[in-house]
């Protein structure tokens, strides 16, 4: 932890050696997001600087929804619930009630960080949630898990996402090919927000055959994405020398937002990035009801996702 100022607060270091291997992480104290990953000494997630704020909200932690909610608005109960418009061009709530909260630390290891914050009652959303992040390094490279509590009367919904960029190494994020078996994806309107599904095969949407990622635009919402044997959804990017960086995601988080934005800023230049996010829930899901967790008072719901780097095999 540093006492230097930062817009997204506290910075804590992890680090782990082990068999040979070298990881390291920042976490911030703002949203409980990831500011680095690094696995013996290869990039395997973006990084801003430490005076900087999150640019497209880069690591961070996205409860009691991810994405969007249409105009603010949904219902509960027959009632409307209006939240903040906070995604003011295009009239949406976006990323949920934690994006500018404090996360404190529970539990502080070498290589590893436990956070907690909560959501409060308030307008559009009267529920009190609970909720922990816990960053684990492992060898090849991250653990995030994390848990939400309904501390208040009434069964809770929500939701969760994560916002990670990702690289290999010091490779150019164009000459990446992403790897994602899912055979659904959102379509959506000018606004970000889906009005329906359609399936991916043999569209440019298909992350199936491996394309480059310098060859897609895209901000797409995948889901009926293959299991690999361990239960796991996997989306994959593999550099020329064969090196890669993957996410997985257990069963809790069955969607994934696929995100290529030209706009990225690395080293004060713009450019191509990506993004591969873990969801719980698709965007507009408090308004559509689609896949929504329900927790009654006192029940303690658990998910994780992570992160593993393999280095290129020598000829």
């Given at each position: 932890?540093?006492?230097?100022?930062?817009p997204t607060g506290d910075?804590?270091?992890l680090r782990?050696?082990?068999d040979g291997h070298v990881v390291t992480a920042i976490v911030t104290e703002l949203a409980a997001g990831l500011r680095g990953l690094q696995v013996d000494g290869n990039a395997v997630a973006e990084t801003f600087a430490e005076h900087e704020s999150p640019p497209?909200?880069?690591?961070?932690?996205?409860?009691p929804w991810p994405n969007r909610v249409d105009g603010g608005i949904w219902h509960l109960d027959g009632a409307e619930q209006k939240l903040d418009i906070t995604e003011v061009a295009k009239g949406n709530a976006s990323h949920g009630l934690l994006r500018y909260t404090a996360y404190r630390p529970v539990s502080v290891e070498p290589h590893a960080l436990t956070q907690a914050a909560s959501v409060f009652p308030q307008h559009g959303y009267p529920f009190r949630l609970d909720t922990t992040v816990r960053h684990e390094l492992v060898v090849d490279g991250l653990i995030v898990t994390h848990t939400v509590t309904n501390r208040g009367p009434g069964r809770a919904p929500f939701a969760v996402g994560s916002h990670p960029f990702f690289r290999v190494g010091s490779h150019d994020p164009a000459t990446l090919r992403v790897t994602l078996d899912a055979a659904t994806r959102f379509e959506t309107n000018v606004r970000s927000i889906p009005v329906g599904t359609s399936p991916v095969a043999g569209t440019p949407f298909d992350l199936a055959g491996s394309p480059l990622v310098g060859d897609l635009d895209i901000d797409t919402?995948?889901?009926d994405i293959a299991q690999d044997p361990s239960g796991h959804r996997v989306t994959t990017l593999t550099a020329p020398d064969g090196s890669s960086t993957a996410m997985w995601q257990d069963e809790s988080f069955p969607y994934v937002?696929?995100?290529?934005?030209r706009n990225f800023p690395r080293d004060g230049v713009k450019g191509l990035a990506v993004a591969a996010e873990p969801m719980t829930a698709p965007a507009n899901a408090l308004a559509s009801g689609e896949s929504l967790i329900w927790l009654d008072e006192g029940e303690t719901w658990t998910g994780s996702w992570g992160v593993?780097?393999?280095?290129?095999v020598a000829a």
């Open positions: 932890m540093t006492d230097t100022f930062s910075q804590y270091a782990l050696e082990s497209s909200a880069c690591g961070i932690t996205l409860v919402c995948y889901r937002q696929v995100f290529t934005p593993r780097y393999s280095a290129a």
